[in-house]
Structure formats: structure tokens, C-alpha cells
């Protein structure tokens, strides 16, 4: 990795949301949360961040895959990453997701390794290699 890595997390659970935030602290990680897809695309906005850790099930207008298809339908976020996390985990779960345009899909309940070793990969490699 060089530089800081911007990672936005979107959970709209708040205890699942200071977790993550607290477990991925990093000093190359500048970490955004969001309880919200739509509080989330605002933040994408104002500074696209490295890698989305996202949440399929959000409350408001935007779910989590509203969100990520909004993402890859815009050329300016085609180099973040995304990994959805969800409590939906069942095989047309995880297809919907990757067809949207996830570069990763974890369940929930997930181990922080796992979790962490997959933003690691994907912050290390090409957009283009993912």
C-alpha cells in the first residue's frame, strides 16, 4: 500500500458499524461510516473512497445494491472497490451482488481476518487484475 486508503464503511447497524470502524483502524486508513446508501452516495461524492465494505439490507431509498449499481454506473468510482457484507447469504444473495458489480462478497456473521485480508488484496491490486 502507499498512502493513506480511504475506506468507507455503510452498516446501517450501529453497533456492527463502530465495530468494523474501530477493528480496521490503520494508520495508511482514513475510515468513513455510514449509517445510510444514501448518507453513503453523498460521501462517495465528495471523495471517492478506496475500498466500500456495504451492507445489502439499508434502510431510506437506497439499499446497498441500489447503491452499488449507482457505483458502477458511474465512470468517475470505477476504481473502488467494493465488498459487500450482508446477513442475506444465500447463493442468489451473493450472484445479485457480484453481477451489481461487487469485487467481494462476505457474510455475516464474518471473522475480522477474513474481512481484513480481503480489503488488504483488494488494496493492493489493479482494478484491472480484480
Do not use: Y
Not at 456495504?54 to 458502477?72: A, C, S, T
Not at 445479485?96 to 483488494?122: M, S, V
Request: hydrophobic share 50%; with cysteine.
Amino acid at each position: 500500500m502507499f498512502g493513506v486508503k480511504n475506506i468507507l464503511i455503510v452498516e446501517d447497524q450501529a453497533d456492527v458499524l463502530k465495530l468494523l470502524g474501530v477493528a480496521l483502524q490503520h494508520p495508511e486508513r482514513k475510515i468513513r461510516q455510514s449509517l445510510s446508501a444514501d448518507q453513503a452516495w453523498l460521501l462517495v461524492q465528495e471523495e471517492a473512497p478506496d475500498v466500500i465494505l456495504l451492507d445489502i439490507m439499508m434502510p431510506g431509498e437506497l439499499d446497498g445494491l441500489d447503491l452499488l449499481q449507482r457505483l458502477r454506473a458511474d465512470q468517475r468510482f470505477d476504481n473502488v472497490r467494493v465488498v459487500v457484507i450482508s446477513a442475506r447469504a444465500q447463493q442468489r444473495d451473493r450472484i445479485a451482488a457480484i453481477h451489481a458489480g461487487a469485487d467481494a462478497f462476505i457474510a455475516k456473521p464474518f471473522r475480522l481476518n477474513e474481512l481484513k485480508r480481503c480489503i488488504d488484496r483488494l488494496l493492493t491490486i489493479k482494478p484491472s487484475e480484480v
